[in-house]
């Protein structure tokens, strides 16, 4: 029943050291085939983690929220898609996110615009000195990823289906602060639960917590894939 969604859960390896991380993947074994890489294990290591999960057959989605001048944003991807992974963050902003996906060009690598950080709400926009709510910056920002030419968006999946409307059927839409039904929300602001994530219409959840920190990881991600299928399989309204 798992089976449709095998490539669909990224499992968030937000783990201090590599020996932590490659004994979170030993234990979910071949229940999760995807692995979300960001700031914290890629300085510690997490790189060569990511060239090694890929040898074993793995996916990879590099979350480095990369944004510079054009130039070093090019060359940063160009260096990216060389290690084969699958997935690489940008932050959202038109002049960035066009020089990525000139340098991604050719490659397998699905570049991602990262459009509002879940961590953040109307109030937390605000103080950056946004004149934009959360939920219609999000939308401009789509826009403007599809326009670039990107492969996919990030976005919280209570935006997920007005986000599919700007984007049309062709793009990933990556929806990270998943919290299974009961869980802590922890720093996430806008969270939503794996069936209803899928049912809004993303193609990628990730999950980081509700996994790496269960006692027994590789039946917490089974649940997480057996209720995304539930989603799927279950009557439409």
Partial sequence: MTTAMHDRLIVGLDLPTVAAAEAI?????????FYKIGYRLAFAGGLDLAR????AGKSVFLDMKLLDIDNTVAQGVESVAAMGVDMLTIHAYPKAMAAAAKAARGSHLTLLGVTVLTSMD????????????AASLVLKRARQARDSGMGGIVCSAAEAEPVREVV???MAIVTPGIRPAGSDAGDQKRVVTPAEAMAAGATHLVVARP??????PARAAAAILEEMSSAMEGPVG
């Fill in 25 to 33: 993947v030993d234990r979910l074994g071949d229940t999760v085939c």
């Fill in 168 to 170: 049309g059927e062709g």
């Fill in 52 to 55: 090694d999960l890929k040898k």
């Fill in 211 to 216: 996994v790496i920190a269960a006692p027994d």
């Fill in 122 to 133: 109307d109030h937390d926009l605000s103080d950056a000195g946004y004149h934009d709510n």
